[in-house]
């Protein structure tokens, strides 16, 4: 039986701050983002909540938002926290603040679930930082009780009655889905069951579905531990510390090429790397992914070689140690004497390696398509290298023409119309006036009416006399640039 626990750090940016600086848990604490202007993403006062203008946050402290250490922050913890479970991973969300523990078969071997929390709850204590716990049969339920003060904080096994009392904020969906929800009644997740599943589909797609069936366990989700068992390692010890990074460099070539070795005997190839490097006083730590995986002792080589470049090494190296901590079965492939897509789908594979070791893995993304018409809601971003079960795709869609870039939110414009249909015949943008040679639309985009706010725009794909090419739309009366062609 599967037994998840979770455990929520609130408002955790704040959190993590104060903690790395105890003399601002004394001070009103507010952390903002660059965003439509100054904008509030989290604070230690109540009144100044998410999206308030910072002009409007007087009397407090501020902080520029930093999203990359507070994740790397919490990844530490998770590493920290396998002294209790040895399956510990973070939630899957671009700002995560929540750890999951899959504690399933380890009340046997402790004094039971509650113990077991009430260990954890001390252990956080002991490090000053607040927190709410949850065991439940899945990821989504324990986290869905993490937030909502009513539930009990142990769900007991098989029991299905708490999902129905939920608030459905608890289920882990965008803002204008919840605020369509809210606008037609629904304030329960038990209401939400009780609609067919097929109307539930047309009004808000794929993603309220597959909420549902996490929370109830129809549709499984799985827990990536934050540092896996090594499947593959290779390690160098010194006699005397080593300083210089040419000689790190060579050593790390040696260990790749056992790993590759090793790889192959078993007919893999690597998809993540780790690597660590002991300091005197501390541990280097850096993480190589991949996107195809790979075993060529050559590129990973390369890969691992740019992550040194950049690491910065507080003192001389006692020690070396890399691991391959995610690898997948190769593919063997016939070689073939024209150029395939095969080939092109490979070259692709090593840029994304490179631009990730190079820029880091969140830097390097791809867009997914959601089921949105709404072109501001229309796609999601992933991050491409060190993930299993990833591929470029090979699926081909028939889709309408769309801007490579897209203005968020859309700009508006002063544009001339001469029909009271059809496209303008010359705009201003950024201080220039364009004319208008050549147009394409209209296209209707529209949202249906449990969207809340309605969206109805007519977009225009328009040449302008410089050759660039434009997404335009017109609601209300008005015209907006929504997008730039490529």
């Known amino acids: 039986m599967t037994r998840i626990l979770c455990l929520r750090l609130p408002n955790w940016p704040v959190q993590r701050l104060c903690n790395a600086r105890p003399e601002l848990k004394r001070r009103a604490v507010a952390i903002y983002e660059e965003r439509q202007g100054c904008r509030i993403v989290a604070s230690s006062r109540s009144d100044l909540l998410p999206g308030t203008p910072v002009a409007e946050a007087t009397g407090v402290h501020l902080e520029r938002y930093d999203p990359f250490l507070d994740r790397s922050t919490l990844e530490r913890i998770a590493v920290w926290c396998e002294q209790f479970c040895p399956l510990v991973g973070l939630e899957e969300t671009d700002r995560p603040s929540s750890l999951f523990f899959d504690i399933s078969g380890l009340s046997s071997l402790i004094a039971g679930e509650r113990e077991l929390a009430e260990q954890i709850l001390r252990a956080f204590s002991r490090r000053d930082l607040q927190c709410q716990l949850a065991i439940a049969d899945t990821p989504g339920l324990a986290w869905a009780v993490t937030h909502d003060p009513e539930s009990p904080r142990i769900v ?195 840029l994304i390696d490179r631009l990730s070791s190079r820029l880091g893995r969140e830097a390097v993304l791809r867009a997914l398509l959601g089921a949105d018409a709404q072109p501001e809601y229309a796609f999601r971003y992933e991050i491409l290298a060190g993930r299993a079960n990833r591929s470029l795709g090979t699926e081909h869609r028939k889709l309408p023409l769309r801007p490579l870039f897209l203005t968020r939110p859309p700009l508006p414009l002063a544009a001339l119309s001469i029909a009271p249909a059809g496209a303008p015949v010359k705009f201003r943008l950024q201080g220039g006036e364009h004319r208008i040679l050549r147009s394409w639309g209209p296209e209707r985009i529209q949202t249906g009416w449990w969207r809340g706010q309605y969206i109805r725009r007519d977009y225009y794909r328009v040449e302008c006399d410089i050759g660039q090419h434009y997404w335009l739309f017109r609601s209300g009366g008005k015209w907006f640039l929504h997008g730039v062609f490529a």
């Open 156 to 350: 007991a096994p098989g029991d299905q009655k708490v999902l129905c009392n939920l608030a459905i904020e608890t289920l882990r969906l965008p803002f204008n889905i919840l605020q369509v929800l809210r606008e037609l009644g629904i304030q329960r997740v038990g209401q939400i069951l009780a609609l067919p599943r097929t109307a539930l589909m047309a009004r808000f797609g794929q993603l309220l579905l597959d909420r549902l069936d996490q929370l109830t366990g129809a549709k499984p989700e799985m827990i990536t531990a934050e540092r896996a068992v090594p499947e593959i390692l290779a390690r160098r010890e010194f006699e005397n510390p080593v300083e210089s990074r040419s000689v790190l460099a060579a050593v790390l070539q040696q260990l790749v090429t056992e790993i590759s070795a090793a790889l192959a005997a078993r007919q893999l190839g690597a998809i993540q790397l780790s690597c660590q490097l002991k300091c005197e006083n501390e541990e280097v730590h850096f993480i190589v992914g991949l996107f195809e995986a790979s075993g060529n002792p050559r590129h990973l080589q390369e890969l691992v070689a740019m992550q040194l470049e950049q690491c910065l090494i507080p003192g001389p190296v006692s020690g070396v140690c890399l691991a391959v901590l995610l690898s997948a079965r190769l593919i063997a492939r016939q070689r073939e004497l024209f150029v395939t897509n095969q080939n092109h789908t490979r070259d692709l594979a090593l």
